[in-house]
């Protein structure tokens, strides 16, 4: 027999906690619907089982921001009776429990009602406020007890905005969050009252609101400033639900090249198989994140298309598998007017100057260089690190961040030592900023000069005629240990051989073949390392060039299985010059820039 659903009883923490400490794994939701938390203890992939009242608190979070997902679907497939009898239930729960700021939250956190954290008080307003509305252009009856809920949630988004904007944050991604919450709440009011919507001058048009936020959060790349894939896309889909009911052509002109930017950066960094590479904070793989995905490219396919976000949702959708509930294929007519144009196919090469990213395809490779700013809490110490993909496969992907509570692994991902970056002397990477130095259409090269005192480094990947090309030099003013570090996503087999290149052989959907040598002697180190953060405890191979010098250039040629004609050897000259050797008899020869 099944189980029974209902909404839980008591506010929700912080769901960032949802993590077995001992793996730093995500703990399993089980049916968050139920509305009780697992008896006996959220369950861990490896075993545990965890109850403690911060778990607890993150599990009310996961389930009460279910439910509202779950109520917006409702009134999209038309169960209005169920979807209002929720909705009033919700009201009252409200009413009886979130009357003022959540008084067990962290210090840091900018205190919620119903949450912890407002940031979680409004997206699960943004589902409640969308599914009213629904319900309300629907006819539905009995959504009138549901207003002093709808009105409240305007209220706590409101006043959280006063605050964060007060302290000097409107670029927050909270921001963008807030508008979005204060918008449905308002404009799903407005419908249940059957009167005109009067927020756009708070929620879209003011200082605060929604067009400002953009405005001072998008860089002129199209990014969003914090440099993380997740956090740009929540972002973007934060703006495209505020914008329910309105023309594309109606939008402020600056306003509509910063969603069509923001929506190409995604086209851009995407692989043609659909994968996002988890750049910066945010999680690996997640299926909470693949509904969100599917649900902004129902969102941007109706705002400015883009062909390539197409196999973004279809990977999305295979991760899902039966976890898809759909909702994204009930979100046609968003908006009250057609799409703006189709956005361009990207390049070979691309570049992001302004937040510090280039994307290079060559020889079946997709290869993302990292060079810009810190991007602020929720950025990495890994400047220059270089990123591979195949289509369908992340060879050596940004491994993502796990839950924020545990400290320990949070840590981790966020190290140089977690990334193909490299190091000096052992050492982490001060937080610091590279720049470009030059791209053209076959080749990008960047430098950093303050992750070590005193030292310089530069990393060119150019595109060759069926592979890719990795030049990385580091010069200091005397001689220091440096290390050039490879951090596989897959199955990674490393050969020394006698004479010549390093051979690294990486596996998946796709297979990638890899040369590697240096101008000055190096030892190559291979031990275990935690893989992408879904799942610390599932290690690769992870490998260190190390060369003690005051210059050295480290070489690697990267080339695909199915490229051709193959890679057979590579050699450096003592100038830095890179001699690719083909099997069909060919050479070609590659320089370096410092």
Known sequence: MAALRSIPRERGGWWHAYVCPAHGVELDH???????????????????????????????????????????????????AEAVARLVEYAGLYAELAGGRHDEAQSWMLRGCLFHQALTDAIWAVNIGHAVWTLADRGAEGLAAVLPLLDDLERAALDA????????????NYTAWLNAAGTAASRAASAVRGIP??????????????????????AGDGWEWEGSTYYHGFVLRAALLALRGTDPAAVPADVTA???GMTGVLASIATDGGLLPALHDGPYLRAPLALEWLELVALTGQFAPSARLDAVAGQARTELG??????????????????????????AATVFADTGYAVLRAGGVQALLDFGPHGGSHGHRDKLALYLYGAHTPWQPDYGQVPYAHAEFRELYTSTAAHPAFRVDGAEQAECAGRLLSADASSVTAEVTSAYPGVRAVRRMEAGSCYLVDLLTVTAPESRAVTAQLRPGTALDVQVRASGAVRTTWYGTENLHGWHTATTPVRPFTRPGPGPADDPGRTRTWVDFTAQAECVTFASVYQAGDAGPAVVDITLTEQGGLIVELADGTTAVHGAEA
Do not use: M, N
Request: glycine residues 16%; negative net charge; contains cysteine.
């Open 161 to 172: 905005r006063e605050v964060l904007v007060g302290r000097g944050d409107l670029a927050s």
């Open 197 to 218: 919507w009067e927020g756009a001058k708070q929620w879209r048009d003011g200082e605060s609101g929604l067009y400002a936020h953009l405005r001072a959060a998008v």
């Open 30 to 80: 089980g049916d968050p619907l139920i509305g009780v938390f697992p008896e006996g203890g959220a369950r861990c992939s490896y075993g545990c089982r965890v109850d403690t009242e911060v778990v607890r608190g993150a599990w009310l979070v996961l389930s009460h921001q279910a439910w509202a997902r779950h109520i917006r679907l409702l009134a999209h497939r038309g169960e209005s």
């Open 258 to 260: 910063v969603l069509a």
């Open 322 to 347: 039966a976890a898809d509930d759909g909702l994204d294929r009930e979100l046609g007519g968003w908006f009250a007017g057609a799409p703006l144009g189709v956005l361009p196919e990207t390049g």
